[in-house]
């Protein structure tokens, strides 16, 4: 009677994830029970050896086992017997985790795994590492790395599976050639694990503001950190000049017939970012465009600055048309 009331319940937990899943079908992936599937694995991100795939009840995920997993995570985070692909995420190091696709070898049975150093931090210039590759070969018959001699590979030498099951020692040029031969591309740049890792951008430890007579700035495309540069006399003299006639001029692209004809804006020049500005939405490019002329007019000698700020007083407010003239109506308390 308990197995009963147990199965009903996974039923009725299977039956809601499928309407989470949303599709009239279980998805590729869905066990009522558990499977397994048993492999030869050979490759870069761990020793050669036997590695099994069991699948969990009434579930996606799975887990692998194995005498050494090396750096491929055990935990499945999701499993398509449909292909007999899968994905499994784990810890790396304290700054990266690993994530591993196994997916189908063009032309074979085989499936193929790629393992990618993830960094922890996300910032635009940490980017995900190549890893390790290897290949799974479900066991059988004449096909039981069990049953091999094990190798060592020379320095100029990957290791990969062998037509008979059993790891084999080859060169690059050699895994080229045997791609080129099959038109893949499978083993095309080997992946080792690298010696090191590139370390990792942390933006909330680099200095945001500099003392004055100093710009901020990016010295090289991809730093992590800006630095601070000292500004020239001459860069601050035209400046000075720069926001002077922006100031003058900015009167005569204010001009509206709606609330929807005004906008805020803020432009960047060679002279630096100017503060926030109401104006007319027809009539910015035409300010911005006589905005770069004056820089560069002004701003020859100045650092090329993409940080920079001038001292701004706050915009709060809702730009509207003040009698033809674009304006900031104060938000009410």
Not at 167 to 187: G, I, K, M, P, Y
Request: with cysteine.
């Amino acid at each position: 009677m308990k197995r009963h009331i147990v199965t009903t319940l996974l039923f009725v937990a299977a039956a809601l994830a499928l309407i989470g899943h949303g599709a009239g079908n279980p998805p590729d992936c869905w066990f009522e029970n558990e499977k397994t599937r048993v492999f030869n694995f050979v490759g870069s991100c761990a020793p050669a050896g036997i590695v099994t795939l069991k699948s969990d009840e009434f579930s996606c995920s799975a887990t692998l086992t194995g005498n050494d997993l090396g750096y491929i995570p055990s935990d499945v985070t999701f499993f398509d017997d449909s292909n007999g692909g899968f994905k499994t995420d784990g810890n790396l190091n304290s700054d990266y985790t690993i994530s591993c696709s196994a997916s189908e070898q063009s032309g074979t049975d085989d499936l193929h795994l790629v393992c990618s150093a993830v960094p922890k931090i996300d910032d635009r210039r940490n980017e995900s590492v190549k890893w390790c590759e290897g290949s799974f070969r479900e066991v059988a018959t004449g096909c039981d790395i069990r049953q091999c001699d094990s190798v060592t590979c020379g320095e100029d030498e990957h290791v990969v599976m062998g037509d008979d099951c059993c790891a084999v020692c080859r060169t690059q040029e050699a895994l080229d050639e045997t791609d080129s031969e099959s038109d893949d591309d499978t083993h095309k740049d080997y992946i080792e694990p690298p010696e090191t890792l590139p370390q990792l951008c942390v933006p909330n430890e680099c200095i945001d503001s500099c003392e004055e007579g100093y710009d901020l700035l990016y010295k090289n495309t991809g730093d992590c950190c800006p630095v601070c540069v000292e500004i020239t006399a001459s860069c601050i003299a035209g400046r000075e000049a720069m926001w002077e006639q922006v100031a003058a001029g900015l009167a005569t692209y204010t001009a509206c017939e709606a609330d929807t004809d005004c906008a805020v804006f803020q432009m960047g020049s060679r002279c630096g970012a100017s503060c926030p500005a109401v104006m007319s939405i027809s009539a910015y490019p035409a300010f911005n465009s006589a905005l770069q002329i004056i820089a560069s007019e002004n701003c020859a000698e100045c650092n090329p600055v993409t940080y920079n700020q001038p001292d701004c007083p706050p915009v709060s407010g809702r730009p509207f048309c003040n009698q033809g003239i674009c304006d900031i109506e104060p938000l009410s308390n």
